[in-house]
T-cell receptor, first 115, second 111 residues
Framework: GAVVSQHPSRVICKSGTSVKIECRSL??????MFWYRQFPKQSLMLMAT?????????EQGVEKDKFLINHASLTLSTLTVTSAHPEDSSFYIC???????????FGQGTRLTVV | GNSVTQMEGPVTLSEEAFLTINCTYT??????LFWYVQYPGEGLQLLLK?????DKGSNKGFEATYRKETTSFHLEKGSVQVSDSAVYFC??????????FGAGTRLFVKA
């Protein structure tokens, strides 16, 4: 299957700083990528849909100024958590799809800890 | 709207036991159905899929059959192993890019 690479896998940052998470599709072009947040022992919560060359579409309740998404190329989407707080600590996962009727391919996830 | 409901966990089984994780869905049109598996600290991996009614997806001893009449896609495995311990997510897609996930079912397999 297609490969999505997410980096870093783990990051610890101080409160008030910003953290950038990268999501790359290695062997396919993803015009659309998705960012999810997963709380312990819970399902994935879709945060936003990242569209190449245009603004991301955020789900209700997700602060777009706090979770900045950039999708500058067909193979790279980034999520920046700005002014991080301890409550932003979570597992963040990205995914991409080759076409609208195929399965989603997921990155390995990023464990963010804000101290 | 579209939704996926799967049985609550955790499910605890002994090695070599039979596994069933129930999944039902609500969707307009004819969705594609998926099972994903998440091992501790990792992202999701596609386990199997079915794209139309009566299709059976299978992989690594797991299988699930797309039942349109009961709107179900139950996951089964005849003999589980300790290495199958993970969280399993049922999901659907109706042709748009969004994937709708169930809440996930955690499976523990004891030796």
């Amino acid at each position: 299957g297609a490969v999505v690479s997410q980096h870093p896998s783990r990051v610890i940052c101080k409160s008030g700083t910003s953290v950038k998470i990268e999501c790359r599709s290695l062997d396919f072009q993803a015009t659309t990528m998705f960012w999810y947040r997963q709380f312990p022992k819970q399902s994935l919560m879709l945060m936003a849909t990242s569209n190449e060359g245009s603004k991301a579409t955020y789900e209700q309740g997700v602060e777009k100024d706090k979770f900045l998404i950039n999708h500058a190329s067909l193979t790279l989407s980034t999520l920046t958590v700005t002014s991080a707080h301890p409550e932003d600590s979570s597992f963040y996962i990205c995914s991409g799809r080759i076409a609208s009727d195929t399965e989603a391919f997921f990155g390995q996830g990023t464990r963010l800890t804000v101290v | 709207g579209n939704s996926v409901t799967q049985m609550e966990g955790p499910v605890t089984l002994s090695e070599e036991a039979f596994l069933t994780i129930n999944c039902t869905y609500t969707a307009t049109g004819y969705p594609s159905l998926f099972w994903y598996v998440q091992y501790p600290g990792e992202g999701l991996q596609l386990l199997l899929k079915a794209t139309k009614a009566d299709d059976k997806g299978s992989n690594k001893g797991f299988e699930a059959t797309y039942r349109k009449e009961t709107t179900s896609f139950h996951l089964e495995k005849g003999s589980v192993q300790v290495s199958d311990s993970a969280v399993y997510f049922c999901a659907l897609n109706t042709g748009g890019f969004k994937t709708i996930f169930g809440a996930g079912t955690r499976l523990f397999v004891k030796a």
